[in-house]
């Protein structure tokens, strides 16, 4: 079964360094999104990307974060340059056109320290 | 704006047990979609089901079952015959219908924990 895949599995940084998570959609998916979960918390809706641009993204994706699909297949979130409150648990995910149904990565957890 | 509330923080049973989780939500769109999430201890988000606003249909998936009620905005899942492996954190969530219907609002999750 298809599945969406990200790396690093854990990522432990300084605070003020630039950070990339990597994401491999569903190759047929056509809207990519990054989520975020802060421990304990909610899912939080970073930024939605479709046709190489972004489409949506929420207050909290300020000018520290960009997204980028630099090769057709990986989807890249950049935090550049990370704060103690940068770290989470960041999920990508992919749905179809249209359907809604978020099809989610393990993660990908974040330690700024 | 999008909002959508599980009051129930933490819910625990024992095994065998029903148990209902509750979803209220708020949104100004006249169409949408609801959503189920699972989280269990090892951390993924794995999707239960969705539901269109315009779809009230009751809807049962072996022991899973959900109840969606336009007129209260709720959207609740049950789950009878608890097992141990329903122990998770269970999300609500809403978007609106359209084709961006990936950006979800979420709820605050319950933990339910199911003893043996």
């Known amino acids: 079964e298809p599945e969406v895949t990200q790396t690093p599995s854990h990522q432990v940084t300084q605070m003020g360094q630039e950070v990339i998570l990597r994401c491999v959609p569903i190759s047929n998916h056509l809207y990519f999104y990054w989520y975020r979960q802060i421990l304990g918390q909610k899912v939080e809706f970073l930024v939605s990307f479709y046709n190489n641009e972004i489409s949506e993204k929420s207050e909290i994706f300020d000018d520290q974060f960009s997204v980028e699909r630099p090769d057709g297949s990986n989807f890249t979130l950049k935090i550049r340059s990370t704060k103690l409150e940068d770290s989470a648990m960041y999920f990508c995910?992919?749905?179809?056109?249209?359907?809604?149904?978020?099809?989610f990565g393990e993660g990908s957890r974040l330690t700024v320290l | 704006a999008q909002k959508v509330t599980q009051a129930q923080t933490e819910i625990s049973v024992v095994e065998k047990e029903d148990v209902t989780l509750d979803c209220v939500y708020e949104?100004?769109?006249?169409?949408?979609?609801l959503f189920w999430y699972k989280q269990p201890p090892s951390g993924e988000l794995v999707f239960l089901i969705r539901r269109n606003s315009f779809d009230e249909q009751n809807e049962i998936s072996g022991r899973y079952s959900w109840n969606f009620q336009k007129s209260t905005s709720s959207f609740n899942f049950t789950i009878t015959a608890s097992q141990v492996v329903d122990s998770a954190v269970y999300f609500c969530a809403l978007s609106a219908y359209n084709t961006n219907a990936g950006k979800s609002t979420f709820g605050d999750g319950t933990t339910l924990t199911v003893k043996p």
């Open positions: 995910a992919s749905t179809p056109e249209g359907t809604g149904e978020l099809f």
């Open positions: 949104t100004r769109d006249t169409t949408y979609y």
